[in-house]
């Protein structure tokens, strides 16, 4: 099987690339990445020649048509990720995460819907969850342009596997998080912060809940998925479910702070408020189950900020 993943330079890339190369299904992967600021090129000089990297945009129409013709699967990481960016300018995140995806799917159209298309969206696209949980079939409703992209995206999917028949799985992430993360979201930019001894910073009153899920864990359950889907869509998710304010104290007590090294700051604008997901059909049929506890997950990724602190210091915007 011959893949093409799009962003796999990116957080979640990285983590899955170790797992393609011994994936003894899978004869050859071609990697697109732009390799805009989140991306961590340094990895590509550990793989073998089982890899070809391209730098390039999955925008780009004619390019994108040529590489998908190659493949037999395209993974999606591809996209615009940050919410705080997608409120101060949409349109990066609208070329992206809806014309990008639109490409890919457009170049698999055009090759007879040939190649099945595994695609990574968020539990942000159901918007809230102030009553119960989410699931598969939850209706969608975003709450922010990022989550808006992230939705119209996985709605293109489903209207090209109605209309022309394309195979594909849509699977949703809750928050992950792990090492090699940005430091702009919330993990890593609090222990970056405080490495620096500077405040960590909460927006609001911090009671915003997360599940929180170990990007290890994720990758796991996106190639159960790639291996084993018998249905199109998946849900991710853990019972760790924390507010922002107790994953900040959390880290904090892990790097030896008090609580006078937070700050709380003017709320994100439309800053959702709860999400809580169901994520008992990939446990029951794909035997998925998250492994890494959430404080363990943390206090390696601290312990890992240390050790990379040249990656993270330059990184940091
Ligand atoms: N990290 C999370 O907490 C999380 C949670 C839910 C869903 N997701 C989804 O998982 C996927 C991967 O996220 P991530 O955390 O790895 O993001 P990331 O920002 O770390 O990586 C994205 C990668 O895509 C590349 N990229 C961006 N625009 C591109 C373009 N136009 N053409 C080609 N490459 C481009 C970047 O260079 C980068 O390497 C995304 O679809 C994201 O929405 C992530």
Redesign the pocket.
């Known amino acids: 099987m011959k893949v093409l993943v799009?962003?796999?330079?990116?957080?979640?890339?990285v983590h899955l690339l170790p797992w393609l190369e011994h994936d003894s299904a899978i004869e050859s992967v071609v990697i697109?990445?732009?390799?805009?600021?989140?991306?961590?090129p340094s990895v590509l000089h550990g793989l073998s020649d089982k890899f070809k990297f391209i730098k390039?945009?999955?925008?780009e129409v004619t390019r994108v048509a040529d590489l998908v013709s190659t493949v037999d699967v395209v993974i999606?990481?591809?996209?615009?990720?940050?919410v705080d960016n997608a409120i101060n300018d949409s349109l990066p995140f609208v070329?992206?995460?809806i014309f990008?995806l639109a490409s890919i799917l457009e170049a698999i159209r055009k090759d007879k819907c040939r190649q099945r298309l595994v695609?990574?969206?968020?539990?942000?696209v159901w918007g809230e969850a102030l009553v119960g949980s989410f699931n598969e079939e939850s209706p969608y409703h975003p709450r922010n342009p990022?989550s808006a992209t992230?939705a119209a995206a996985d709605h293109m999917i489903r209207a090209y596997g109605s209309t022309y028949g394309l195979r594909y799985n849509i699977i949703?992430?809750?928050?992950?998080?792990g090492r090699w993360?940005?430091p702009e979201?919330l993990i890593p930019a609090t222990i970056a912060r405080l490495s620096r001894d500077e405040k960590a910073r909460i927006y609001g009153d911090g009671q915003q809940t997360r599940t929180w899920l170990h990007?290890n864990d994720?990758v796991d359950g996106l190639l159960r998925v790639f291996h084993h889907a018998t249905m199109r869509t998946y849900t991710l998710g853990t019972d760790d479910v924390w507010t922002n304010l107790d994953v900040v104290k959390l880290i904090c007590r892990l790097m030896g702070k008090d609580e006078t090294s937070i700050e709380f700051v003017e709320d994100r604008l439309g800053h959702d408020r709860h999400y809580v997901v169901d994520c008992s059909r990939i446990c029951q049929e794909l035997n998925w189950r998250p492994t890494i506890k959430f404080e363990v997950g943390v206090a390696d990724i601290i312990a890992w900020f240390k050790a990379h602190q040249r990656w993270w210091e330059t990184a940091h915007q």
């Open positions: 799009t962003g796999g330079v990116g957080f979640v890339g697109l990445d732009s390799l805009c600021y989140t991306s961590i390039g945009d999955i925008c999606n990481l591809a996209a615009q990720t940050f070329m992206t995460n990008g695609h990574i969206s968020t539990d942000e990022y992230k949703h992430f809750p928050n992950l998080y993360q940005y979201k990007v994720a």
